[in-house]
T-cell receptor, first 115, second 107 residues
Framework: GAVVSQHPSWVICKSGTSVKIECRSL??????MFWYRQFPKQSLMLMAT?????????EQGVEKDKFLINHASLTLSTLTVTSAHPEDSSFYIC???????????FGQGTRLTVV | GIQVEQSPPDLILQEGANSTLRCNFS?????LQWFHQNPWGQLINLFY???GTKQNGRLSATTVATERYSLLYISSSQTTDSGVYFC?????????FGAGTTVTVRA
């Protein structure tokens, strides 16, 4: 299978600060990556689609000015949570299609805690 | 959007037992995947199965696309099978997840 790596695995930040999460495809090029969010004991919800070289597309209800997505290369997408608040505390996880384009693979996720 | 329903929500098994998890979805899809989420949150790919039947060790899956459902079979369950199992469907790699089935296997 494909390898998708996320960094950091966990982060604690103060309310009002910004946090950047990286998602890398290690062994293939990904023109599209996806960002999901999972609250405790809940399922994963798609937040946005990250498009290499163009703007991200956001799902309904997701604030694009709060969750900044940059996909500057074929192997890296970043999600920046700006002016984080405690309600942004969640598990953020990215995905990318594998080589051969048959299935999606996920990073290990980032647990964000805003205090 | 596509609705994905998983059942049962919770499943408690004795080690060695067999079980079936179900996933119903509301529209035609070209991607259906089953995942196991480990205690650290990572999603482990179990099957990519938009149609047909696949087997991998003690796990197997069947998707009947025309009837919009998929089944995941766990045979001879082990304590390491415990965790949350998710079904996810969608177009290409953009996935909608079900609520998951929490499986607890007791020794």
């Amino acid at each position: 299978g494909a390898v998708v790596s996320q960094h950091p695995s966990w982060v604690i930040c103060k309310s009002g600060t910004s946090v950047k999460i990286e998602c890398r495809s290690l062994d293939f090029q990904a023109t599209t990556m996806f960002w999901y969010r999972q609250f405790p004991k809940q399922s994963l919800m798609l937040m946005a689609t990250s498009n290499e070289g163009s703007k991200a597309t956001y799902e309904q209800g997701v604030e694009k000015d709060k969750f900044l997505i940059n996909h500057a290369s074929l192997t890296l997408s970043t999600l920046t949570v700006t002016s984080a608040h405690p309600e942004d505390s969640s598990f953020y996880i990215c995905s990318a299609p594998g080589r051969g384009g048959t299935e999606a693979f996920f990073g290990q996720g980032t647990r964000l805690t805003v205090v | 959007g596509i609705q994905v329903e998983q059942s049962p929500p919770d499943l408690i098994l004795q080690e060695g037992a067999n079980s079936t998890l179900r996933c119903n979805f509301s529209d035609s899809v070209n991607n259906l995947q089953w995942f196991h989420q480990n205690p650290w949150g990572q999603l482990i790919n179990l099957f990519y199965i938009p149609s047909g039947t696949k087997q991998n060790g003690r796990l197997s899956a069947t998707t009947v696309a025309t009837e919009r459902y998929s089944l995941l079979y766990i045979s001879s369950s082990q304590t390491t099978d415990s965790g949350v199992y998710f079904c996810a469907v969608g177009s290409d790699y953009k996935l909608s997840f079900g609520a998951g089935t929490t499986v607890t296997v007791r020794a």
